[in-house]
């Protein structure tokens, strides 16, 4: 590990790279930048799902694979081991990481929404040290992060998600395609809801999430939601579908979840 922070720290530029399934893709359309690689995949040390203290901890290089099967994530934060099941064919599942879902910083990231709701934290390294960075304020922008240059993602803490949850994702195949929309919502008496691809990085909708928890309408709650995304026309969707689609969601969240609670 700190092999690799010291080649980050004094060999820049230089882009760290594990799974390597968007690699190729910005490669192949000319929009990679870099040109000089470290590959992070043989830092085992990085590879581990484990609860300490009642915070569930996943290191960067865990795959989606790893996370679809493991208990721990099934038990205490079952939409991630939804959107993992998503996320393209099987080789891209075995190959993908979460930790470059995250750094690649794409608002179209399946897993993104649900660390949102999940009020994840992030685990930076450099050689001077560690820190930890609330999810929620990771991102500065499209494909922008607070991480520096020689900063590393070590891992992700998430702490005990009370509610139920709940995950959809909108494209057009259930897999091996680019979300349209992907939500990741949990209902507790402060509802939590995030949204991807309907903005320049996923989001929150904090006032769409204070219409439901002080009792307002479904109607109302999916008016403050389409004035609180900022969706965009691209070669996948239009904006009018996205705001379309969210509120539909939105609905489809709070109408499932409302049955059963009447019957749980």
């Not at 992700?156 to 909108?170: A, L, N």
């Not at 006032?207 to 939601?225: C, N, P, Q, V």
């Not at 579908?241 to 709070?254: D, I, M, P, Q």
């Amino acid at each position: 590990m700190r092999d690799a922070l010291r080649l980050l720290r004094d060999r820049q530029p230089i882009v760290p790279v594990a799974g390597c399934t968007d690699l190729f893709v910005s490669l192949n359309f000319g929009t990679q930048a870099g040109t000089r690689f470290l590959n992070l995949w043989r830092l085992d040390e990085l590879r581990h799902i484990r609860l300490h203290r009642d915070v569930l901890l996943i290191g960067a290089l865990v795959t989606y694979r790893e996370i679809i099967a493991s208990p721990h994530v099934r038990a205490r934060l079952p939409i991630l081991a939804a959107a993992s099941r998503e996320i393209g064919a099987v080789q891209i599942q075995n190959r993908g990481t979460i930790g470059g879902n995250i750094v690649n910083a794409s608002p179209a990231g399946d897993t993104l929404p649900v660390l949102a709701v999940a009020d994840a934290t992030l685990v930076l390294a450099s050689l001077d040290g560690t820190r930890r960075v609330p999810f929620n304020a990771f991102y500065t922008g499209y494909r922008r992060t607070v991480m520096r240059p020689d900063e590393l993602l070590l891992s992700v803490e998430i702490p005990r998600v009370e509610g139920r949850q709940w995950y959809r994702k909108v494209g057009t195949r259930a897999a091996q395609a680019i979300s349209k929309v992907v939500m990741a919502a949990v209902r507790a008496p402060a509802p939590r809801i995030a949204l991807g691809s309907v903005a320049p990085t996923v989001v929150r909708v904090p006032r769409t999430e204070a219409m439901l928890a002080s009792g307002g309408s479904i109607e109302d709650a999916k008016r403050i939601l389409q004035s609180e995304i900022h969706p965009i026309d691209d070669i996948r969707s239009t904006a009018a579908y996205r705001r379309k689609v969210s509120a539909n969601l939105l609905a489809a969240f709070w109408e499932q979840t409302s049955r059963l609670e009447r019957y749980s």
